[in-house]
């Protein structure tokens, strides 16, 4: 129970096309994330699955159901806020048990289930304080348990860690992942945060101004990117994007010019592609290393994190970000020497798509 589709859904605001045309499948059991910049469509669209926004064009199916005109209440989902969203006059308990008494459950059947729910939240000791006596983790945990106890088919989350401070905030993502694991539901999670998707997701949907830009496993949209919007959004440090032109091609083994001072690079797979055309060639910090022999640059910020260093450069105009395991010696100020390793790196068209696997 609990897969949702979305046929070509779309949205307006007045003119303004905030959710342009969207199909989307996701799986019983999967839990999916809603990633991109603030104001891509990300809320519009988890809020047209839940019900509380209409929908313009398309349908929403739940388990192969039309719910394109039906009530919230009726759908079968549970919505989990950024801002809690709980009463400030009802105690943890009175939150979580509200929906099952509206609904006519007998108070014994009420109490085990709320305290079941609470159980699996570890917060049993907090069922007798009101939202106002609880920090934001604990309030944030009630309406993740006032979900739970309507035993949903799909859960929605919508940010629900942005206001939690950062040791709180991969706490309370562990435990999403948890339940995720023990109650085996769907699940939604809409977050601006791409770590989050990274930690959490078993398939990414990747959304800008209102359509998907891919959709794929974590692993997929960071080594695989489907353009370079993808490419910049997924990861951080960014992935260098390099302006370049395919100087020659011989087999899978591409010849790429950088331009003047940064000289050409060899790059060998199955890359679509051909001699003259003008590219983009993506590089993750991770893939360039110091290295006598290599491309000047200028550093001109060094961050130290302790286990890995994170080197921003500057070589022949064009800004590099380096990112090396361990505690580089190098300084902001100082010049170093630079190795490009292209083996797994991205190559994007004149348009901005992927061109790998193409070849
Ligand atoms: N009620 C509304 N009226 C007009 N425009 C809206 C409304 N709600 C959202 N928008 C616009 O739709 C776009 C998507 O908004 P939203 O889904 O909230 O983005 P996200 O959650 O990804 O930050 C934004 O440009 C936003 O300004
Ligand atoms: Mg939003």
Do not use: W
């Not at 079941?116 to 570890?122: D, E, G, K, P, Y």
């Not at 003008?278 to 290295?291: D, F, H, K, W």
């Amino acid at each position: 129970m609990g897969s949702v589709t979305l046929r070509e859904v779309r949205k307006l605001y007045g003119t303004f096309e905030a959710i342009t045309g969207i199909d989307l499948q996701i799986g019983q059991g999967e839990l999916a994330v809603f990633v991109g910049p603030s104001g891509c469509g990300k809320s519009t669209l988890l809020r047209m699955i839940a019900g509380l926004e209409d929908v313009d064009y398309g349908d929403i199916l739940i388990d192969g159901v039309d719910v394109t005109e039906t009530a919230p209440a009726r759908r079968g989902v549970a919505m989990v806020f950024q801002n809690y969203a709980l009463y400030p006059h009802m105690t943890a308990f009175g939150n979580m048990a509200y929906g099952l008494r509206r609904a006519g459950l007998p108070a014994p059947e009420v109490e085990r289930q709320v305290r079941a729910a609470a159980r699996m939240l570890q917060i049993e000791p907090l069922l007798d304080r009101k939202p106002r006596a609880m920090s934001g983790g604990q309030r944030q945990r009630v309406a993740i348990g006032r979900a739970i106890v309507r035993e949903p088919k799909v859960f929605l989350f919508d940010e629900p860690l942005s206001n939690l401070d950062a040791a709180l905030r991969i706490e309370t993502r562990a435990q999403i992942a948890r339940l995720h694991r023990e109650l085996g539901a769907t699940m939604i999670f809409v977050t601006h945060d791409q770590v989050e998707a990274m930690t959490l997701a078993d398939r990414i949907v990747v959304l800008n101004q209102g359509r998907v830009e891919q959709v794929g496993t974590p692993r997929e949209v960071y080594h695989h990117p489907a353009n370079v919007f993808v490419a910049g959004f997924i990861g951080s440090p960014a992935m260098n994007l390099l302006p370049a032109t395919i100087a020659s091609r011989d087999g899978d083994r591409l010849t790429l010019s950088l331009g003047a001072d940064l000289g050409e690079v060899g790059l060998t797979g199955a890359y679509g592609g051909r001699a003259g055309d003008s590219v983009t060639l993506g590089l993750r910090p991770e893939a360039m290393t110091l290295q006598a022999d290599g491309i000047p640059a200028a550093v001109t910020l060094a961050e130290h994190l302790g286990a890995e260093t994170i080197l921003h450069l500057t070589a022949a105009g064009r800004t590099l970000v380096l990112k090396s395991p361990g505690d580089l010696a190098a300084e902001g100020g100082q010049t170093v020497a630079v190795a490009l390793n292209t083996e797994g790196a991205c190559l994007f068209d004149a348009a901005g798509q992927s061109l790998s696997g193409r070849a």
